[in-house]
């Protein structure tokens, strides 16, 4: 069982910058495939981020992006906080939504379906 705690949204002028972070519960966060996901009023969650799991003897992660954020968000995280990482700049007003940690015990994926863990989400309003 994995719980996933968002923070760091919030209201932001076009152009700016938030970071959001999740921190996971449970000692085996590395082994997770983690994602972000943002859902916008009236519209379906959508894929955003995600990053592998980290295996032993492995020195680095893959990183996946949706194409409407690639070169202005990065996700990231740190396994011995058991948190990982949103960073989002260049913010434009349609990336308003409420946004979503997810955790999976799998490889890594952009399908919001084969997530097996969620967050209750922040909030982040970007003003044109």
């Known amino acids: 069982q994995v719980q996933l705690v968002e923070s760091g949204g919030g209201l932001v002028q076009a152009g700016g910058s938030l970071r959001l972070s999740c921190a996971a519960s449970?000692?085996?966060?590395?082994?997770?495939?983690m994602g972000w996901f943002r859902q916008a009023p009236g519209l379906e969650r959508e894929f955003v981020a995600a990053?592998?799991?980290?295996?032993?003897?492995?020195?680095?992660?893959?990183?996946l992006y949706a194409d409407s954020v690639k070169g202005r968000f990065t996700v990231s995280r740190d396994n011995a906080k058991n948190t990982v990482y949103l960073q989002m700049n260049s913010l434009k007003p349609e990336d308003t939504a409420v946004y979503y940690c997810?955790?999976?015990?799998?490889?890594?994926?952009?399908?919001?379906?084969?997530?097996?863990?969620w967050g209750q989400g922040t909030q982040v309003t970007v003003s044109s």
């Open positions: 990053i592998s799991w980290v295996a032993i003897g492995w020195p680095g992660v893959s990183t």
């Open positions: 997810a955790a999976r015990d799998g490889s890594l994926s952009g399908e919001y379906a084969r997530y097996d863990y």
């Open positions: 449970g000692r085996t966060f590395s082994r997770y495939a």
